[in-house]
């Protein structure tokens, strides 16, 4: 009894009115962020949340369907910038700007963003008891190409692209008029190219 109590102080118990995009969850004893969800209101039967759900230790995905006024265990984490310093096996080596310690974070909790990430990157780290848990890249990256077959003259037909190889190993398209050694901009939420990066 008295360890239940404890693990609850831990926590802000929730409903499902309080669920957002990003925000951290206690589910099945696991720690999961939310990273989509639907309400539903059928027209039998009670309104549901439909939430997706990322495990902050595993990075696995999952799916969840709510009640609609459902308890939730909604866990405060702390959010903080740290620089990439470099790859150690499967982990991502970090550091506190602020106080130079260094952290491991497992590379899976980065998900398809890590292939645009590289070395001096500033990441918002989030911790759990002072401990990284996951992490977010910045929303768009300037990049080098390395490599990128020239594009063909006079095939203007329906937008085309090619692909082009980043400095990180990552292949996006690009349109045919971007070249080998330019530095482009991309978003690391989709994978897609923005713009020519402006020096």
């Given at each position: ?188 939420r989709t994978g897609e190219y ?6």
């Amino acid at each position: 009894m008295v360890f239940y109590i404890f693990v609850a102080q831990l926590y802000t118990m929730g409903t499902t009115k309080d669920l957002s995009r990003g925000i951290f969850i206690r589910h099945n004893g696991q720690l999961c962020r939310v990273v989509d969800y639907q309400h539903t209101m059928p027209g039998k039967g009670g309104a549901f949340y439909q939430v997706k759900m990322k495990n902050a230790v595993t990075g696995k995905s999952n799916d969840h369907r709510f009640r609609s006024g459902e308890n939730i265990d909604v866990v405060r984490v702390e959010e903080k910038d740290m620089q990439y310093l470099y790859k150690e096996g499967e982990n991502l080596v970090l550091m506190d700007m602020d106080t130079y310690e260094q952290f491991n974070l497992n590379e899976e909790m980065l998900g398809d963003a890590l292939q645009f990430i590289k070395e001096e990157m500033i990441l918002k780290v989030y911790l759990d008891e002072g401990n990284p848990i996951m992490a977010d890249a910045p929303n768009h990256v300037v990049l080098e190409i390395t490599y990128s077959e020239p594009g063909v003259k006079g095939d203007t037909a329906n937008n085309p692209s090619k692909p082009a190889t980043l400095e990180t190993g990552a292949i996006v398209q690009v349109p045919l008029f971007v070249k080998q050694g330019e530095r482009i901009k991309v978003d690391t939420r989709t994978g897609e190219y923005v713009e020519r990066a402006k020096d």
